[in-house]
């Protein structure tokens, strides 16, 4: 039986991932793990890897969009960090020996030109902040049997990260509207589903200004350099062996991951 602490949950988590092992949500046995608990397990999950050698690269959001809240019945966003172990290379095929049940979801990523810390951080402020705009693709490999989770597990299990993919054409963001930017979801060339940013939270940059907020009342900021994964666009798809899925959007280029 497991005695729950902040280091615990951690543990028990990280060692999930590694062992590709899934199991029940933490909430279940731990009915004690609310939010500002949960977030303390994900910096401390983070800590580990970073004492592993791994690097803080940015963060990310979830639970954006309404196709996302409705699909995992959680109504409310939440934020992740983003690690160098996270990264996956464009010509690198989605590791299926390494992932539990992976999903992919197509996102709008920002890389920072300058540090954004709230609190009171607008949508309009938070662009000013973005160096350019990116397509991507992330793919999510949530540690608990069959994504089922409540809002404090997933942001314990750092919400489901497992790899993404930035593209590599670099887009201003004052050159477009990305609520009106839209995204086409491929698997196999047949399209899945289908997006424009403005099913991030109206705009993606609202999600920025939401995370840099979020961020501030925990005492940390977005920093220069940090790429922010804005949150998944449509439901996130299965992906298995010789799949290949894309994301294909209109000014920000296409990205796409294959499953060897
Ligand atoms: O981008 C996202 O909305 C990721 C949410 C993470 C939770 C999940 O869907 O497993
Ligand atoms: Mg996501």
């Given at each position: 039986?497991?005695?729950?602490?902040?280091?615990?949950?951690?543990?028990?988590?990280?060692?999930a991932?590694?062992?590709?092992?899934?199991?029940?949500?933490?909430?279940?046995?731990?009915?004690?793990?609310?939010?500002?608990?949960?977030?303390?397990?994900?910096?401390?999950?983070i800590?580990?890897?970073?004492?592993?050698?791994?690097?803080?690269v940015?963060v990310?959001?979830?639970?954006?969009?309404r196709?996302?809240?409705?699909?995992?019945?959680?109504?409310?966003?939440?934020?992740?960090?983003?690690?160098?172990?996270?990264?996956?290379?464009?010509?690198?095929?989605?590791?299926?020996?390494?992932?539990?049940?992976?999903?992919?979801e197509?996102?709008?990523v920002?890389?920072?030109?300058?540090?954004?810390?709230?609190?009171?951080?607008?949508?309009?402020?938070a662009?000013?902040?973005?160096?350019?705009?990116?397509?991507?693709?992330?793919?999510?490999?949530?540690?608990?049997?069959?994504?089922?989770?409540?809002?404090?597990?997933?942001?314990?299990?750092?919400?489901?990260?497992?790899?993404f993919?930035?593209?590599?054409?670099?887009?201003s963001?004052?050159?477009?509207?990305?609520?009106?930017?839209?995204?086409?979801?491929?698997?196999?060339?047949?399209?899945?589903?289908t997006?424009?940013g403005?099913?991030?939270?109206?705009?993606?940059?609202?999600?920025?200004?939401?995370?840099?907020?979020?961020?501030a009342?925990r005492?940390?900021?977005?920093?220069?350099?940090?790429?922010?994964?804005?949150?998944?666009?449509?439901?996130?798809?299965?992906?298995?062996?010789?799949?290949?899925?894309?994301?294909?959007?209109?000014?920000?280029?296409s990205?796409?991951?294959?499953?060897?």
């Open positions: 039986m497991t005695t729950w602490s902040v280091d615990t949950a951690a543990d028990v988590l990280l060692a991932e590694a062992k590709r092992r899934d199991r029940g949500p933490i909430t279940e046995e731990w009915p004690e793990l609310d939010l500002p608990t949960a977030y303390r397990v994900q910096k401390r999950l800590e580990r890897k970073v004492e592993a050698g791994e690097t803080v940015g990310k959001l979830g639970l954006t969009s196709a996302k809240q409705e699909r995992m019945g959680i109504d409310s966003p939440l934020t992740a960090v983003l690690t160098d172990g996270y990264v996956l290379a464009a010509d690198e095929p989605v590791p299926l020996d390494q992932l539990i049940h992976p999903r992919v197509p996102e709008i920002f890389v920072m030109g300058k540090r954004l810390a709230g609190p009171g951080i607008t949508a309009a402020t662009l000013d902040a973005v160096e350019s705009v990116h397509a991507g693709l992330e793919i999510i490999d949530s540690r608990y049997t069959d994504f089922k989770f409540t809002l404090p597990d997933v942001v314990a299990d750092n919400a489901s990260s497992a790899r993919v930035v593209g590599g054409k670099a887009v963001p004052k050159s477009l509207d990305l609520a009106l930017e839209a995204c086409v979801l491929t698997v196999n060339g047949a399209v899945t589903d997006a424009t403005a099913a991030v939270q109206g705009h993606p940059a609202e999600a920025l200004a939401l995370a840099a907020n979020a961020l009342a005492g940390e900021a977005l920093e220069a350099g940090q790429i922010v994964l804005t949150g998944g666009m449509t439901d996130a798809v299965f992906v298995r062996a010789g799949d290949q899925i894309g994301a294909e959007f209109t000014s920000l280029g990205v796409f991951v294959t499953a060897a």
